[in-house]
């Protein structure tokens, strides 16, 4: 794509090649587990449960036992792709008055603890269905970590120090996330978290039982009762995680799976979708083309998703029709007609942070996990003697009655946790996926697209520079913002085309994710994971 300043490091766009597996994560310690779990006769699954468990340990701003995934595995043995649903729903006996009364969802502490953490329930049952290993190897290496320390990452630093209000506010949090409760820890710093390695020793010895009931389940429910939260023993008793299908489209000759609802990966597969019914010379034309192109289509896509979005146990979400190929054609068709009009004002919000990581293995198997906390330190809460922060998943529900993601009790909210896979003739050829908000989608359509019709490896799809349409976690600027690599001279150009409020932000910013994948090949894997990000890919 031209415009674009590509006078970088030469090292950037090498992928790591490997003969038998491949692992990328947002984390060069969990990938490094991960990798040790392969190492030791583990499949992908296996590792995939030691890098998710680990990342709660050296990445708990972003992710970690208190949280949701969601999982899609390639199983080699039926040759079929699966989905473990792995999210929460909300509480039984959550005061949804409360917060109609004050207009607003609490986005940090006790009240906006209103959904299950689903993670450890998808940890536990992606294991029993397709693990190789015992489930307590694979949380060895998260366990070790949490109590012998590790040194903490730039990105953990960053993120201590930018949420200080939030970590300061509750003894706990701060007594395990700070140095003396006061001051963030530093990038090099040695963090340690004992607590947490007890929670993950109960849960290696007796499984998502070892969450949902016992000691760890007494002590959230303790802190709950004594502080005036919403979770009951029996809301934790009776989560489970739900297996579920892909969903599909065509796209370039290829077949390209996502995550159901309550899953936005319906997103990522109509952005594709529109595109491929646009002829390559028309989106390659010039580099403002095609992010016009793009990003109108991501539009298109978020209309639908905004409309739709649910828990379908509550409303069905009609994925049949908004995947149908003449539907797709027809949102294209509306895409030709507006592509010069004024871009719209509408505002694009869906907040998140997230983790993705994947893995490959000699078997066949090919494994992609999406897991957060919702905003980064989630609720920012840390029930007494359990070392993890719960989630604040629930502050993406809304109070609109008209919204298909109105808060109900007993419901799964919306997501913005998805991931995406490629299948050609002979199986699986690219697993991706990005953390960040409304990015998600976003980043994994460009990734696709970059590998699968421009020909490019996973690393250079990876690091080439990236957009945002919408915002990112926490944030409030809507808009369109480019990297810095990008010539300044597309801003004037994109304003010409429609498109108001478009920016330059930094040349390797987080605001567009953290993107990880793996490329498939009949006698190699080539991994890449973002350098926006602390990640690493590895394989042997």
């Not at 940090?108 to 299950?116: A, D, F, M």
């Not at 149908?324 to 949102?331: A, G, L, T, V």
């Not at 299948?423 to 460009?446: N, R, S, Y």
């Not at 994948?517 to 894997?525: A, H, L, P, S, V």
């Amino acid at each position: 794509m031209r415009d674009m300043d590509n006078t970088i490091d030469p090292r950037i766009g090498q992928p790591f090649v490997s003969k038998n597996t491949a692992i990328a994560s947002p984390n060069d310690l969990a990938t490094v587990a991960g990798n040790k779990i392969m190492q030791q006769g583990g499949n992908a699954i296996d590792a995939m449960v030691a890098v998710n468990t680990t990342l709660g340990v050296v990445f708990p701003h972003m992710t970690g036992a208190g949280g949701d995934a969601f999982w899609l595995i390639y199983d080699a043995k039926t040759q079929q792709q699966y989905v473990l649903n792995a999210s929460g729903r909300s509480v039984s006996e959550i005061d949804i008055e409360h917060y109609k009364d004050q207009g607003f969802i609490d986005n940090r502490g006790l009240k906006s603890v209103i959904t299950i953490p689903g993670a450890v329930d998808g940890w536990y049952e992606a294991h029993k269905r397709f693990g190789k290993l015992s489930f307590a190897e694979c949380l060895a290496p998260a366990i070790e970590y949490a109590r012998d320390g590790i040194p903490v990452s730039k990105s953990f630093a960053q993120f201590s120090d930018e949420k200080l209000n939030i970590l300061r506010r509750y003894d706990e949090t701060s007594k395990i996330f700070l140095k003396d409760q006061i001051s963030p820890y530093l990038e090099g710093d040695i963090f340690y978290n004992r607590d947490l390695a007890n929670t993950l020793e109960e849960i290696a010895e007796k499984g998502s039982k070892g969450f949902y009931q016992g000691d760890i389940a007494d002590k959230i429910v303790n802190y709950m009762e004594r502080e005036g939260g919403y979770i009951t023993s029996e809301d934790l008793r009776k989560h489970e995680s739900k297996w579920e299908e892909p969903l599909f489209i065509n796209y370039n000759d290829k077949t390209v799976s996502s995550l159901p609802p309550n899953s936005d990966g319906m997103a990522t597969l109509q952005i594709l979708g529109m595109l491929d019914n646009i002829e390559n010379e028309e989106l390659d034309k010039s580099t403002e083309d095609f992010i016009n192109w793009f990003t109108r289509a991501t539009v298109l896509a978020f209309e639908d998703r905004n409309a739709y979005l649910t828990d379908p146990d509550f409303k069905d979400v009609p994925t049949d029709k908004l995947l149908d190929e003449k539907y797709i054609f027809e949102r294209a068709k509306r895409l030709r007609e507006e592509s010069k009009q004024q871009a719209p004002e509408e505002e694009i919000n869906a907040d998140g942070d997230t983790t993705f990581s994947c893995a490959a293995d000699s078997e066949g198997n090919v494994v992609g996990v999406v897991q957060s906390l919702y905003w980064e330190w989630g609720s920012g809460i840390v029930p007494e003697g359990t070392g993890l922060l719960l989630q604040n998943r629930g502050a993406f529900f809304s109070l609109d009655e008209n919204s298909p993601n109105q808060l109900e009790v007993n419901k799964r909210p919306g997501h913005t946790l998805t991931c995406s896979m490629v299948e050609g003739d002979d199986g699986p050829e690219l697993i991706v996926g990005a953390m960040g908000g409304d990015g998600q989608p976003q980043t994994q359509a460009t990734l696709i697209r970059r590998v699968i019709v421009e020909n490019k490896n996973i690393q250079e799809a990876i690091d080439q520079p990236r957009w945002l349409l919408g915002r990112t976690w926490g944030e409030k600027q809507n808009g369109l913002r480019l990297e810095g690599r990008f010539n300044k001279k597309l801003i004037p150009k994109l304003e010409e085309l429609g498109h108001n409020n478009v920016t330059l932000i930094d040349s390797y910013s987080d605001l567009v994710g953290h993107a990880q994948g793996i490329q498939i090949f009949k006698d190699r894997f080539e991994a890449g994971s973002d350098p926006r990000s602390n990640g690493l890919a590895l394989g042997y």
